[in-house]
């Protein structure tokens, strides 16, 4: 079954701790995206990677990290830099193609504790 | 910077309505538009999508408008049923050469048996 895989489905964390979201396709992707959704908001773009080694910021990228060392895989740490942590975090993929969809995971629930 | 907006943030209708969602654009460079449906506690589907190219393109009980001359993107589903109850998002390439998309902040369609 071919998609995207987040984990886990709900996330605690404490305060000054930081903890990482994982991201995973099977799509043959070569762009890999993280979005954050605040309740009864759009969504806004943390990071995007057009291909693996390589990653821009999006519009707000302050307190939170990124890596791409495989095409599968674009894992999102929330750093303790990240003062409002709180939102559901979506990871997205495409073919990289311009004007083409984004296929999209189930969601990450972020809280603090 | 420039967004994407939504008119009406809830819309109530009863079943077997057409419903119709409206979103203004206001990035005049954007060429390619989709939009997405969101189930609560759910990642974003894709729904239908139109290049600046196009004016209407129509896909099962869907259709989507764009009218370039005042930057107005709606979306027309046919016949609602309660499974499409949801929160729709209109969304815009964001980057030129890139392919990231900028989203609007939603409108509930709330459909009524």
């Known amino acids: 079954d071919g998609g995207i895989t987040q984990s886990p489905k709900y996330l605690f964390r404490k305060e000054g701790q930081n903890v990482t979201l994982s991201c995973e396709q099977n799509?043959?992707?070569?762009?890999m995206y993280w979005y954050r959704q605040d309740p009864g908001q759009g969504l806004r773009l943390i990071y995007y990677?057009?291909?693996?080694?390589?990653?821009q910021k999006g519009d707000i990228a302050e307190g939170y990290s990124v890596s791409r060392e495989k095409k599968e895989s674009f894992p999102l740490t929330v750093t303790s830099a990240q003062k409002n942590p709180t939102a559901f975090y979506l990871c997205?993929?495409?073919?990289?193609?311009?004007?083409?969809?984004?296929?999209f995971g189930s969601g990450t629930q972020l809280s603090v504790l | 910077g420039e967004s994407v907006g939504l008119h009406l943030p809830t819309l109530s209708v009863q079943e077997g309505d057409n419903s119709i969602i409206n979103c203004a654009y206001s990035?005049?460079?954007?060429?390619?538009f989709i939009w997405y449906k969101q189930e609560s506690g759910k990642g974003p589907q894709f729904i239908i999508d139109?290049?600046?190219?196009?004016d209407k393109r129509q896909g099962q009980r869907v259709t989507v408008l764009l009218n370039k001359t005042v930057k107005h993107l709606s979306l027309q589903i046919a016949a609602t049923q309660p499974g499409d109850s949801a929160v729709y998002f209109c969304?815009?390439?964001?980057?030129?050469?890139?392919?990231?998309?900028?989203f609007g902040k939603g409108t509930m369609l709330l459909v009524s048996p």
């Open positions: 990677s057009q291909i693996v080694n390589d990653f």
């Open positions: 799509l043959n992707h070569d762009a």
């Open positions: 139109i290049r600046s190219n196009m």
């Open positions: 969304a815009e390439n964001s980057r030129s050469g890139y392919s990231t998309l900028t």
């Open positions: 997205a993929s495409s073919s990289g193609q311009i004007n083409e969809k984004l296929f």
């Open positions: 990035n005049s460079a954007s060429d390619y």
